[in-house]
Structure formats: C-alpha cells, structure tokens
C-alpha cells in the first residue's frame, strides 16, 4: 500500500502555468492516449453489462473532452493573460460536459406504462468519461487515477450491494430497476 501510495504521490503535476503549458508531442499523445484507453475500460464495462454505449462510444467520448481540452491549453499566449485563461477554461468545462449531457440524455428512455426510466447510470457513465477525458487533457493525474478507480467501484461493486439494499428495504420494483441499470 504504501508502495502505490509513493507512486500516486510522485506523479507529475504542472502547478506551474509554464510547465502547465509547455506541451510537448509525446506530453499531448500521452494525455491523449490516456484519455482514449480510460474511455475504452470504461465502455467495456457497459459492453459487458449490455448497454447502449459501449467502448468505442466512450474511447471517442473522453477522446473528444481531451482534445477540445488540449486545444485549448495548447496555446502559449494564455500564459500572459490569466484572466482569459480563465474564461477559456470555464468555457471548455462548460460546453464540454453541457454538450456530453444532451449525448447521454440520448440514453435514458421513460416508460409512461410502467412509470420506469432506465439509461440513468450509462447517461452518467458518458459524462463522467468525458470529466475523465479533460483531466487527463490537463495532466491532472492524480485525479484521473482516483476518479478511475472510484468509477469502477460504483460500475462493478456498487450494482450487487445496491441489489442487496434495496431487496432489503423490501421494495421489489425498486430492485428490478436497479438490476435493469
């Protein structure tokens, strides 16, 4: 443990606007890459469980969030002006996950008849790997690498101790529902 625990803490992370943004090619692909392959682990998840976005979908979902990122820090004259770095930041988070959100709303369907809505975890899964996608596009590693983690505890962890609860609680539609996400 304490051997991971050094690993994490001997990540490199650009606190520095110079080194921030001092992007090298082998700096973008890796950040790119990393975006794409945590994008992939995450749709073969819902591959496996079935859904309706899988790895390809979310490898071009976190890929996409890393480049609109990357674009956007890629550029050196930023460095002199914090204020519109600023504002550029606050627009790629903006419209990066507000446009992911109408992606994964695509997902989610209501059934009037029974009352039931299902696609919730995926529509949030989508959103999530695109969150993934532009921290790895700001070289925030530290983050990625917990985020990651915690992603697959809710994706594959979570859904049994969820079953258990809410059969527990005695609510058998709230468990089909909850096998069903």
Known sequence: MARVY???TDLPYFATA???FDIGVIDMIARLVAATVIGMMIGLNRDVNGKPTGMRTLALVSLGAA???VVAVHFQDLI???DALSRVVQGILQGVLTGIGFIGAGVILREPKNMSVTGLTTAATVWMTAALGIACALAAWHIVIIATVLTFIILVALKPVELMLVRWVGNSEAAKDAKES
């Open 80 to 82: 002199d002006h914090p």
């Open 18 to 20: 110079e080194k921030y």
């Open 67 to 69: 480049v609109v990122s």
């Open 6 to 8: 050094r690993m994490l």
